[in-house]
């Protein structure tokens, strides 16, 4: 139920009019202001009570985890002392026709998906490399720019000279 904003007293609604009214301190107040604030005060306490219940089990989920985590860690040194007595160069040398041959074989039997999915990457990147070539050439043609101004001496930087040649107190007057 609404509370008055004045007096914290419960309201009564008028249909009618559309406006709450006060018991206690007789005003009127429209009906969609209060139920605007009513809404949001509610909505504001329910995400206070969702954050504290999203806060502990965000806690037992992180503490689940970790153990899962930590199990899982164990099993797989444990499957990798069992299956890999030896290191995988020594495995490379003492198999490398077998490894080569299955890659050989991979290529062969999935070469078309492969180069099927180069071309969409490629298609999908055009965009972006087109994008980066022009702005890789405006960069060049600004550097090129100022290094032209600069050796022409269209553009000339400011050197102690020019203060002997005309006083600034003779320009004063164009301000």
Known sequence: MPKCPHCNYELTLLERRRKYKCSKC????PQIEIETKDFVEFNKRQRKLDEEA??????KQLEL???????????????????????????????????L?????????NGQ??????????????????QLSRI?????????????????????FYNTESDDIMPTSSLSYLL
Do not use: C
């Not at 899962?68 to 495995?91: C, D, G, H, N, S």
């Not at 041959?101 to 039997?109: C, D, G, T, V």
């Open 26 to 29: 007789s005003k009127l107040f």
């Open 54 to 59: 999203l806060t502990e089990q965000k806690l």
């Open 65 to 99: 985890d970790k153990f899962v985590k930590k199990q899982a860690q164990i099993q797989r040194k444990a499957k990798m002392e069992e299956l890999r007595p030896i290191k995988f160069q020594e495995y490379y040398k003492l198999n490398k026709e077998k490894i």
């Open 101 to 109: 041959a299955k890659q050989k074989i991979f290529r062969h039997e």
């Open 113 to 130: 998906r492969i180069n099927l999915r180069h071309r969409i990457l490629h298609r999908l990147n055009i965009e972006e490399r087109r």
């Open 136 to 156: 890789n050439a405006w960069r060049n043609k600004n550097r090129l720019l100022t290094a032209d101004i600069t050796k022409n001496g269209l553009f000339s």
